[in-house]
């Protein structure tokens, strides 16, 4: 569970869209399309007929599931789309870590139904002065600032944090631009660190720094400077700063830099 794994910044997620595409340089071993939507069809959480560059939303669909000694097998009806399957989540809660929200493919009603929930569950969990977070990252920076600054004109919820995924200095020019443009909690996820990243001109604008290497058989190198680098301006600048891992193993990650862990989180961020 992300949870009880030091190298995730959520407590949990909530999935009521699924789906992505690969859309840049980080996306060539995508975690979700090469592993988590296979192995979510193997449990029968996910339709089989699902395939990459396919966007769902999780409402009243058709599921099978396989027998096994403690569950009943076949056909089963899924609605994600609710807050009774939201409301229970506390901690830091990623809406919609099994693909993009604000991928083009995802209607802009769905957004805003997926938004009227978060902002139902966040009113509740306020009254029970519990700190939930909602976490929403896309590579979709423009799309996301688009929304989210015409939905909330004067401001976003402080329970919900709006993050950009970078991996390079280019993509970082692209998209932090529209990132900073939100008012409202922001961090940068920089992850799979590909290449060198000056967070300089933005730096000031943000509220928590987030970076990792790439895992996996294939995963490229990751230069230790350009991780010391970042670290380095976010404390400069006193912002949080996170780090994912270092290694190319996710189930045995290495998350040591200079000797030790980096696991600070904005306040009131809490696992």
Known sequence: MAKNNPSDILTGDWNPVVGCQRYSAGCRSCWWIDGIMPWQQRLGNLPASLRENESLTMENVTVVKPDGPKRKGGPQIVNRLTLESLKGKSGIVGVVQHGDLFWDKVTDEVIHRVLDIVDQASQIQAR?????????????????????NERYPDGVPRAIACGVSIENQKLAHERLPHLTSIKGWKFVMIEPMLGPVNLAPWIDQVDWVVAGSETGADARELD????????????????????????????????QLDGRSWDEFPEGFRK
């Open 128 to 148: 029970m002065k519990d700190g939930t977070k909602y976490v929403l990252w896309s590579k979709r920076a423009e799309r996301m600032a688009r929304i989210m």
């Open 224 to 255: 230790l400077d350009w991780l010391r680098a970042v670290r380095d301006i976010s404390i400069a600048n006193q912002v949080p700063f996170f780090l994912k891992q270092v290694g190319t193993s996710h189930k045995n990650s290495n998350r």
